[in-house]
């Protein structure tokens, strides 16, 4: 169960509005590596965890902080849409200033928000449970938690850049900080499943023997740049080997006969048109 | 520019039919962490690589033998399905067998692809392009691609353990050997990336004294789960401290005053009806 | 800012598992009308809500325990998955309830979660960003939120009748209570918005003067039910007017000439073919 | 059987083309409260009633009615991009009106449409079907008919303040007007559903004995914002309780143990890597 | 403007109920192929035509009976699901027949729909607006027509061989044949627009001169398959040439040096940590 | 198995970058009928191709040709974004042509992609997988083929008018010829098709005799437009019948009596609320 504050976690006051930014910042709420995809990664990776204890009261700590992150980009997008210029007419623009911006917000935020955030990305495209993985192996599960919140800092690297607004820059500070620590403790949780003896660096920790032995330590040099086995992959004692010149080792790859009944084209056992089909006299009678 | 041969990289022959798997088998080819997950990613990673060399390659590599995967999946799939009772009715089915077969099976499978592989997941739902992630970062991409491969592995492996049938486990074995090395070979990119001083720990390497130095080192405990701080990440040099008590920053998340144009309901100014949207005499005349 | 407890709003204790239910529930958490929704529904209302005070206060409570609902279920259906015959094949099923079971369940609470919910429909479809409402226009949501729980009771009411197990139906009845409670409070914030003089009946509460006079009080009679004019809603001072032989008002659905640079077909300038296009000599030389 | 007349129920004429506007008008066609929805949704509604008569003919007038409005809005969008500067190159814009217009056009009405409308919102995110509701609950269902009426109306209102063009507004003027009607209509249909009996205040009319009659009069003060009770939905005769200091009512959120063959992280049985799945001897033998 | 008559263009009456074919037939519905999609296409064709006259009338003639399909569909839906066993247990089934139809029926037409068609596909899927093409150039919109037509009898055949029952067989005898007709009409009107001078046998009918003449007439033999220059595409006055040995004619894919303000990985000007963006000592500084 | 070169299949140079075009390019990366779909659509065609030989092997041909296009346009956009304004603020603009670009370029190709294409469309709409057809029917998939490369045409020949750039326009007009020759191909197969007596004219060439026919040879005038019966598809030996009154042959389109269980509102048996649910004493017990 849940309780929430009216205090938002950092604050979140731009020193003026921007409309055209307030959409790019909808890809931190909604979009694959927005808060969204954080909190309900994090939410149903907790509820499905197996393991009572440390990592699943991390997992849960963070989560609920998320859910704050959203709130804290939501109530900025609100206050960098005050006074957008959503009825003004293209005609009536005057200054390229007021173009660019006429041209490049979101036409949702005032239409379907009236002036607020969406739970969109920064083209509108709305957020999904698809971005979501929340599989019970911690060791896969963490791996896309490092991974989430390397994008997710990345991209308010991006946005960082794309302001002058000193109040937008201290609340992308802040998120900066949270993306950094975030990465952090993931890693670490990494190496405490290690240490705990309950997953390995490959994961699942399992099917190692039943996996193919031959083919469990190649990469295949089926594109022509020549240096791909220049990396330390392929050296010391961890090297990988790379297999320069590789062969297909399956037969061809030959779909079986169709069913008469589905009617896909198929050898005419007749010399007429239908011939595929007209075996199945009773299936699919062709035309004479 | 690519080429292709029609022999298999590796063969994908069941012994006997599986209508019921071939549906399963649907999330390794669509689904978010199949391969045409990671062919698309590998694909886009390579074609926006800023880096020529060692790298790129690597990623090419990689991205060409993922197409193949597709390939033996869909492959698979379409022999899965020879003889599956597309056309059977339900109220002629006799044993428990097929009726667990009949209920399970894709339809789409039979209606759509008339006995072959669709581009979607075990429950229907199409491959898109938003899982897909490629940055340019590549420390933030090689580690949403060890996120990928250990989740693709894992559920090969689960899948590894729903079928009996020789063939397909063989199959299934060589992708397990694959998702291993594809592993190793990320997680080694990511070493190489910083033994080449291109990145750090943390993505993207930049902004480090920029971000909000107070709120880079701290776990917040916003969940009443006890054991959060007692993990190896609270300790050593790398430590993060564990906020136990933590409070809110910022100030209550209030939105700005409406568009009075966009109608959204506010604080009236008048006693009446629509007082919140009657001071825009031009805009939106209220009822009287 | 958020804080969580680890403890349950209400009990999510089914007394035995049930795979085939743990699939329809998934309605509950990420279907259109799911506990999904209107977390976020109410979520993004409050953040977006421009009157301070009992409103906005109502819905963050609510959006508040919305998030725990969402955690019941979760943990109902990771628990009705307990023992799930996932890695059973169906060559292996002996009897007809197995047979359903394994036939029914959702393949991807296996294959992905691990056993576990998803954020997800009861077709595997993902919850979607594009469900929620927050217009700012409170007359306007809590319309949609009264219909979204009214919706939301309707189908727990159907799921309370397709299951036996004493354990799910506790937490239902739970539920059932919620949504009633939760319509009731929707319904009289409704009124309290037109008694505090913020909205009227109609929404939004505004551009009733600028409206079509003509066209605001008829029912047009286009389909050739003969009964639509007997309801109620023509009786009364109140009653609509049906419109028994209504006409079309304008004039021919006739769009305007294309663009010859975009190659729409059109009448030709010329008897030859591409002779729409032809009129550009520079934008689209035709073949001769 | 539908039948149809090249007349337009409502003349659909633009003064002048406004290509910026033309994006706009989507959202009324293609977005989650435009006129496909509502549509589809009484389309639905009407092939799905039960009760055959006043109701189901009431539904099938509008939903052909709605049909209509969709035709309109077409045709309105092709109008207002006649001579779009679909082919303009962004260096050859000399002002800012125009700047405006080539920057916040939808590139898809020009590049797939060829200068007309598309089944999507302003975002070009296509219209889908988890929009419709049809639940065979008529009391349900005509409450998310007034929630749908609303939302287009306060959208139609939005957008009239978009535009200066006469042409425009008249049609908009006819949409508010049928908008206004029909939520009259839902809601005197609702009223009439309980005259007739057929429903009550709460949908479903079921259940009430069954629902947990302790938490179906409370609201959970679970954030905390000081004015929720202060609402008049807390006083009179139907008025709610407010739960001032709410308390959990269930046990800990435990997940199950795993299914060993599924790799979920667990509790190690014995102090190795994968001990967790180590007991699976046969399903998942561990990497000695 | 539409108008609708309660009568069914076809009858639509089921011999049984079978709530499995119930969610077959959602296919025809709400699939890529099926009747919501002519509908909506030949509508956005018809409404968004440059030539008036027989081509239109054509496309709104059958665009108006297209909705009755789609009714009819949804009516057999409703009878196909009469007295299905929604609410029954898996465990109360005692027969295989039974077990295939409650694990293979589809749980929304229960939970959502109450008995009745859903706007979706069989595997719940639900249709979108993406399936529509609406260009306005006629010849390319007539053979996205008959391709639409071809996929669709394909389907009705196929799902005519799923059933027995005599009702749901003679509904789909004519909807094979309106396919049939319709696939035929499509096809003669393509030849209409040849004979009437508007377009040639390649779309758009412009251009010609503009593509590079030395690659419109060759296949690229990029796969080892030996047929593909043997058959009838090759020989003959129009024949194409098979181009065996093919060579890429552009350069490498290099992508270009990165902004760094967003921070892509690239050759480091410095041997140190994020010497990719060192250089931008404003926009990203480095951590030491 | 696949096998790619670093070389381009053409090169893809623009001559400076326009980072406006560089967004409208994605439609033919991500779109509908953009190189994905083709890539991907002859790629399951060729895995699901019943008949070894000359047509796999042409399938097989075109598709690994198409990856390529997909590469060609992904460089070209990561070319076309080199230097895009990605950081520069709405109000540093100081001319129509910048505020064009910012307003209108797409905000993911910065802040996701890094300066690089995404799998999405021109409104960042992403690919998705029910975009391809693979049914298995080669006469219906190859009509799907022909229409996939007459709008991937048009919709090239659109931006071909949409740029002065040399560079795009000389790999335009490589993509304008290889979608000229792509279409003539797949007619031809059509042709070849008949001529191997595979298929008909009309797919599939199955079920002629079971169709309906009295009804696979009219056109039905349910629009009033007066010209529908005037093209040449009524006349000569082929010639359809134009009915020019056609009446509904079904009967009224009634919904059968719903499962109370589901509480579908219904005619009461009882005059009280609830009745239509009240007979199911067990199921759904009514508040008194």
């Known amino acids: 169960m849940f309780r929430h504050t009216s205090l938002l976690q950092f604050e ?26 954080v909190t309900m990664q994090y939410l149903f990776q907790g509820w499905n965890c197996r393991v009572e204890g440390k990592y699943k009261d991390l997992i849960m700590d963070t989560a609920t902080e998320e859910i704050g992150h959203v709130e804290m980009l939501a109530t900025m997008v609100a206050r960098l849409l005050e006074g957008a210029p959503a009825t003004t007419m293209a005609e009536a623009v005057k200054d390229p200033a007021t173009a660019a ?26 957020w999904n449970g ?3 993985i929340a599989s019970g192996n ?3 599960d963490f791996r896309a938690n490092v991974a989430a919140e390397a994008q997710g800092r990345l991209q308010t690297a991006r946005l960082y850049n794309m302001t002058d607004d000193p109040g937008v820059k201290a609340m992308l500070q802040f998120n900066l900080a949270r993306d950094t620590v975030h990465q952090r403790q993931w890693l670490a949780a ?17 099917l190692f023997d039943e996996e193919n032995q031959e083919h469990n330590n190649t990469i295949w040099h089926l594109s022509d740049g020549p240096d791909g086995n220049k990396g330390g992959w392929t050296t010391g004692p961890e090297g990988i080997e790379y297999l320069m010149d590789p062969q297909a080792l399956g037969g061809p790859g030959v779909a079986p006969p ?31």
Chains 1, 2, 3, 4, 5, 6 share one sequence.
């Open 12 to 37: 979140a006051k731009p020193e003026k509005p921007d409309a055209l930014y307030a959409r790019k910042l909808q890809e931190l709420i909604g979009g694959a590596y927005g808060e969204m995809t």
């Open 101 to 126: 911006i006429l041209g490049g917000m979101d036409p949702q935020q005032a239409i379907i928000s009236g002036g607020g955030a969406t739970p969109s990305d920064s083209q509108g495209y709305p």
């Open 130 to 132: 698809r971005y979501v």
């Open 138 to 140: 911690l060791l896969a």
């Open 190 to 206: 990494i190496e405490e499943l290690k240490a705990d003896g309950l997953e390995s660096d490959i994961a699942p920790t399992a």
């Open 258 to 288: 169709p069913d008469p009944a589905l009617f896909a084209t198929a050898e005419p056992s007749l010399g007429e048109p239908g011939g595929a089909t007209s075996v199945t006299s009773e299936a699919g009678k062709t035309k004479k």
